[in-house]
């Protein structure tokens, strides 16, 4: 069904460049994709960026290519535990860029080294919350460097979708059964489910876990389509496929640029909010190059482009000076980020990850 989407949005012109290069890297298509050979040679030397896609832009990276005459090398994951199984299996990149939740399991796995926030000449404009996010640091010394935010929540198209007050519960409308869509990985969809439920994402007990459970079972029947990745989402809005769908803020942006009506909704259980970053391979062979691409990512200069573009916050305080009122308003930012922050329901780790995630395989399998 995505192979199909993509062909046809191709086709029409109808498919932005972001759009196709999520949807392939959804498929594991990579577009400048570098292999994931253990020891393979670097062309030209540059360093080596594991993301997701959209994030190899040159707007991300200026000072780095000013500086190396050349763009960092990107290699794509679709989500970051396939990114953790590849590097586990050998991949070396230079840099690599999870969510915070995720760094305590790479740093104890022993693929990450400490990172050196002297070497960061903007790391003094971070915002404070974001250095200091639970599981980010480890005997005094960081591991990861808080870069993109952002939230996740439901965008619904206004023109058919017909609601008193904004709720998570929307997702279990019977109303639009079949053109609901959400998710797939456990990371995004179990949070709100838990959060409708009235139960601590984070820290679930069995009897909590089994709540949440059988909400999501109630809620398969109601679901579309499980998507990878938000550009999935994206197309299947625009086309009428579905009415509604979890999603990230620059779906917002993306669907509002092409007319499409839609809203970001803010339920009143309380809206998802997440962080992500860059860290550093354990072995980096590259480790200089490294530095300067973590640096010029953190430059306003890259968060002014993020917050326009994208529709996410950024982790310098002055991208949004940089970004203006009118952009900071149209992703449904603000720039008293740290009050933003707060206000959400912040991603951490589960507590029963691999309960969480086993749990989660077995409802979207109909088990």
Known sequence: METNRLIDG?????????????????????????????????????????????????????????????????????????????????????????????????????????????????????????????????????????????????????????????????????RYKGRLATFAGANETVPYAAVYAGVDPWNMSDADLAKVRALLEKQRPLIRFYADDEATIEQAIKAGEIVAGSTWNSSSIALKNEGIPVKFMNPKEGIMTWVCGLVIHKNAPSLDKAYDLIDSMLSAEAGKFMIVEYGYGHANTKSFDAAGDKAIEAAGLSRDAEAFLKAGVFSNEFKNRDEVLKMFEEVKAGL
């Open 10 to 174: 191709l086709a029409e012109g109808t498919l932005s460049r972001r759009n196709l290069l999520k949807g392939l890297s959804a498929l594991g298509i990579g577009v400048t994709m570098v292999p994931y050979i253990p020891g393979r040679a670097r062309a030209a030397g540059q360093a080596v960026y594991f993301t997701w896609a959209d994030y190899e832009v040159p707007e991300l990276h200026g000072d780095y290519i000013k500086k190396h005459g050349a763009a960092p090398e990107s290699s794509f994951f679709a989500d970051e535990g396939e990114g953790y199984q590849k590097m586990r299996a050998g991949f070396t990149p230079d840099v690599a860029h999870p969510c915070s939740y995720n760094v305590k399991l790479w740093r104890e796995s022993g693929l990450l080294q400490p990172i050196d926030t002297k070497r960061l000449s903007n790391w003094g404009d971070v915002i404070g919350s974001l250095k200091t996010i639970p599981g980010t640091q480890h005997g005094g010394k960081q591991y990861f460097v808080p870069f993109d935010w952002g939230n996740t929540s439901i965008l619904y198209r206004t023109d058919q979708v017909d609601i008193k007050e904004e709720s998570w519960g929307l997702m279990w409308d019977e």
